[in-house]
């Protein structure tokens, strides 16, 4: 029975491969990127979108792995909150009720007061997102998760954990394509809201490229916080014409969450860098 189950939503939700968004996939050469790496478990895909579609990859065999997206997922909840109005604008700020979301002992003071779109983007405020549940109908949710083609497109209506525990799950492959699709506007994203977002994620600008990203982590063991943790660093850069450069995924298992938390924005701008599409 459990196994037709599976079967049901593995064609209901089929993976996407690297063939359907990639014209051509070169490795990248770990090698000399060993010692950065060290003990840690890499997998990453960029495709530059300027050059028809190429793409780079590290660890091609996990590439259609799914993991939860963790915080990740606030570009595509971000998109949805503007797009049903459940956001009216990205620094209308909302009072943080302490009794409905208790902090914990790993939230960083930024989160222990008011928040906008913007500042819990930014901030990665976790109660603010759970915050917007309520706020979008699920069909909402059950509408761009869909036209998103965003991993297994699971949630559970009403629940504000199922970006993070492990419901909702995405792959690398799966990450990228999305972002392909916000950025050659074949989503149905509103050009005005892709503007708002963009506000509140720009990261960098240097040299005439900006970067927009997102990272995104959680235990491995949901019970040890101090043990195993397995993180992301998903973005795209833009020319200064606004015009997309590359779109990317980088995912990582590591020992602990200090082993990650600077590792994949560090290494993620290292490989573009190397690649020509980033300036360091």
């Given at each position: ?8 939503f ?65 570009i ?21 009720n302490s009794?409905?979301y ?25 109660w603010?997102?759970q915050?917007?549940v ?28 199922f ?47 900006f ?24 973005g795209?850069?833009?020319d200064?014409?606004?015009?997309p450069?590359?779109?990317?995924a980088l ?6 969450f ?19 599409y980033?300036?360091?």
């Open positions: 029975m459990y196994l037709r189950f599976g079967l049901f593995s064609l209901l939700f089929p993976l996407i491969a690297c063939a359907d968004i990639c014209s051509q996939i070169d490795k990248v050469d770990t090698a000399r990127y060993s010692a950065e790496i060290g003990s840690r478990t890499v997998t990453f895909l960029a495709i530059d979108l300027k050059n028809n579609h190429k793409c780079w990859a590290i660890s091609k065999q996990r590439l259609n792995e799914r993991h939860s997206p963790y915080s990740t997922f606030k595509p909840h971000s998109l949805i909150a503007l797009e049903s109005g459940a956001v009216t604008a990205i620094d209308k700020t909302v009072e943080w009794s409905q208790p902090s914990k002992p790993y939230w960083p003071d930024t989160w222990k007061q008011p928040q906008s779109l913007a500042s819990a983007f930014q901030r990665s405020a976790v603010f997102y915050d917007l309520p706020r979008i109908d699920p069909k909402e949710y059950k509408k761009w998760l869909g036209r998103f083609e965003y991993g297994n497109q699971k949630f559970t209506p009403g629940s504000n954990q970006w993070l525990n492990n419901e909702l799950k995405i792959s690398p492959v799966e990450q990228v394509n999305f972002l392909v699709c916000l950025l050659e506007t074949r989503c149905g994203i509103s050009e005005k809201n892709v503007s708002a977002f963009e506000k509140i994620s720009l990261v960098e600008r240097k040299d005439g490229l970067l927009y990203a997102k990272t995104g982590a959680g235990p491995i063991d949901p019970d040890n916080m101090d043990g195993a943790f397995e993180g992301w660093y998903v795209y850069i833009k200064e014409n606004a015009d450069v590359i779109a990317f995912y990582v298992k590591a020992e602990n200090s082993s990650l938390r600077d590792f994949r924005k560090i290494l993620s701008l290292k490989l573009m860098n190397d690649l020509g980033w300036r360091e």
